[in-house]
């Protein structure tokens, strides 16, 4: 569970005070999949980027499992990222010079996952996320949407509890950003918390909560009724998918 | 992060660029072969000059005229007071069962037919001398104390002189010129090898009364006195002292044991060794600023990279490790280099100055591979400081 209260995030622009977030509180429960929406400039990122223990919030806790770790160490921050944290970026960021293989194995290092285990683990994500045969491929041999999908598998090596997305789909086609979701929405149902910020309502949909954002506060926390499914996509896609 | 993996995944890095890796490495690799080289080189000469200070004997000390001031700098030759009564004096007085040999040299033309080979010291001497210097003819034999009485005309050569003068044949019994003097050749000494560009060999010896004729003087270059033990040397130099000081001015003679030479010029090659590390080390320094500026590149190039890194859960000591080990393995990768290079430059000197014997020294190899693994530290350890104090949000935003 990721419990957020009061958060206030301040940045200092050249003398100049930018707030990107104004006492926000909101809470997601473990397991749920919810999106985050606003107008750009409204603190989406920030929030991520708070929650995904890559900054600490000038005011404000954030809890993460019951634990408070806005106050923590940066090296502390560093091991749970390791742990209970997965990124999925706008921009992948993959390394370009190693495949695929080699990209969903980076974060091994960082957790001293065993050795042995590795390639294994590494093929099997990879496999979950559709792409047996592009194991050895690199990042400019691949389509974006193939390039996000190592990028999650990358996010699941150390098999953490929550997944933070930022834009997962921002520089994909609408086809490409629907298998990506559809793909989200899996991970969702075997148990993941999954915290996606877009600016896709369709997409939104997907998960079972919005938070609505603008400059820096909650506005709305809408439930979805009519929640929207991988399964309605087109069966082509799942079937890929589909080990 | 295990150390393998650091080296695994700096070596990566390295070979990612491999063109700009290999100029990067480039002056470290040229200060190493320097550093090897003039080492080895200095070692080299060392040994040389020690083997030949203690082929004279370390059982031996000489008497010579007093340096006069400056005049090693200037090169102008000391005037000798020294005479054939000192060395006579000293053989009298002493308490030691010494040998006293005096020698009177000069450098000369010495000829034989058409063939002349100039700047061959002929040494004037007794024959004691073989015994005082451990240094006998190889074939024939050395003068007798008759023939130096009779100022009889007889020479024994240098292997050198042999070899310049007789093209390889045997020179036993035929007869050369020196400044117009024939003298017949009665032996070849054992050969004593070459010290750099000093050929011990390129002399002749004749005897003492004849070298007096032929240079026109009764005064010694030097004497030298051989001692049965080299325990007794501070002791029978004292007694020298003791009784030169008699007919002579303190000014006038100088004595001193080849032990002591042997320390002057260990103290000399230790400044010169000092003097051309300190010129390798000024190149060292200049590839350890290449590597710095290649490795402040290489963290901007990969900003995005470390930020991706510290987002998967890497902790800055990680970020930090990472850089300065590529930093390191670049250095190194240089000292190899330097090592390779230092080995090709050993075997062109020794094409090109067969004379010379030049080896490579292993400590110097240690100690150049040691200093280029403290240069990549020290110079990687900036640019790895500050990959790993990147702002993580920030440097996964940098294009
Ligand atoms: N490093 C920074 N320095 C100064 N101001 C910043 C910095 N990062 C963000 N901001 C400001 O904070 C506010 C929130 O930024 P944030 O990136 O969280 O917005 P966002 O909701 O993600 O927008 P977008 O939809 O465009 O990605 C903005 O006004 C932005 O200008
Ligand atoms: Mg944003």
């Known amino acids: ?243 | 992060m295990t150390p393998l993996e650091y080296a695994q995944v700096s070596f990566e890095a390295v070979a990612a660029n491999k063109l700009r890796s290999t100029l990067t490495t480039l002056g470290v690799a040229i200060g190493s072969a320097a550093i090897i080289l003039l080492i080895s080189i200095s070692i080299g000469a060392s040994r040389e000059v020690t083997k030949l200070v203690e082929g004279l004997g370390s059982n031996l000390y000489l008497v010579a005229p007093a340096r006069q001031k400056g005049a090693a700098l200037s090169g102008t030759a000391s005037i000798s007071r020294l005479q054939m009564s000192h060395a006579e004096r000293l053989q009298r007085e002493t308490a030691f069962h010494v040998v006293v040999s005096p020698v009177l040299n000069n450098a000369a033309t010495v000829r034989h037919g058409r063939e002349a080979k100039s700047g061959v010291v002929v040494s004037g001497t007794l024959p004691n001398f073989q015994e005082a210097r451990n240094w006998r003819p190889a074939r024939g034999t050395y003068f007798r104390k008759s023939d130096v009485d009779s100022v009889r005309p007889v020479a024994v050569l240098g292997q050198s002189v042999e070899t310049a003068l007789f093209a390889g044949g045997d020179a036993l019994g035929r007869e050369i010129v020196i400044a117009g003097e024939k003298l017949r050749v009665t032996g070849v000494m054992e050969s004593k090898g070459q010290l750099f560009d000093l050929d011990l060999d390129n002399q002749v010896f004749i005897p003492l009364t004849m070298a007096q004729r032929l240079f026109g003087t009764t005064t010694l270059s030097f004497i030298f006195v051989a001692v049965p033990k080299p325990d007794d040397i501070p002791a029978a130099m004292a007694e020298a002292r003791r009784i030169l000081g008699q007919t002579l001015l303190p000014d006038q003679y100088n004595v001193r044991s080849q032990g002591e030479t042997l320390e002057t010029v260990q103290s000399i090659s230790l400044i010169f060794t000092a003097m051309l590390g300190s010129v390798a080390g000024v190149s060292l320094l200049v590839g350890g600023i290449g590597i710095m500026n290649i490795m402040i590149v290489s963290v901007i190039e990969r900003t995005r990279e470390i930020g991706l890194r510290k987002a998967l859960g890497a902790r800055e000591p990680d970020i930090l490790v990472q850089f300065l080990s590529e930093a390191i393995v670049l250095s190194f990768l240089g000292g190899c280099f330097g090592t390779a290079l230092s080995y090709l430059g050993a075997l062109v000197a020794s094409k090109v100055y067969p004379s010379f014997v030049l080896s490579v020294s292993l400590t110097a190899v240690g100690l150049a591979l040691g200093f280029s693994i403290a240069v990549g530290t020290f110079f990687g350890a900036y640019p790895a400081y500050r990959a790993a104090h990147l702002d993580p949000i920030e440097a996964l935003r940098h294009d």
């Open chain 1, 1 to 243: 569970m990721v419990r957020v209260k009061d958060l206030v995030k301040t940045y200092h622009l050249e003398g100049l005070e930018v707030p990107a977030l104004r006492r926000l509180s909101l809470t997601v429960e473990a397991g749920a999949f919810v999106a985050i929406m606003g107008p750009s400039g409204c603190g989406k990122s920030t929030l991520l980027n708070l929650l995904g223990c890559l900054d600490r919030p000038d005011e404000g806790t954030l809890e993460i499992d019951g634990v408070d770790v806005s106050r923590m160490s940066r090296a502390d921050l560093a091991h749970l990222r390791s742990r209970k944290i997965g990124f999925v970026f706008q921009t992948f960021h993959l390394l370009s010079r190693a495949t695929a293989l080699s990209n969903v194995m980076l974060p091994f290092v960082y957790s001293g996952y065993p050795h042995d285990k590795r390639r294994p683990r590494a093929e099997e994500l990879l496999s979950y996320v559709g792409l047996q045969d592009r194991m050895k491929h690199r990042p400019n041999q691949m389509s974006g949407g193939q390039q996000q999908r190592v990028a999650i598998a990358r996010a699941l090596a150390n098999d953490p509890q929550i997944l933070l997305a930022d834009e997962p789909t921002g520089n994909l086609d609408s086809r490409s950003g629907l298998e990506i979701t559809a793909l989200l929405e899996r991970l969702n149902r075997e148990g993941k918390t999954i915290i996606m910020v877009t600016h896709n309502r369709e997409l939104a949909e997907h998960a079972e909560r919005i938070f609505h954002l603008l400059d820096g506060v909650l506005i709305r926390d809408e439930v979805v009724v009519a929640r929207r499914s991988a399964n309605e996509l087109v069966g082509a896609v799942a079937g890929e998918m589909q080990p």
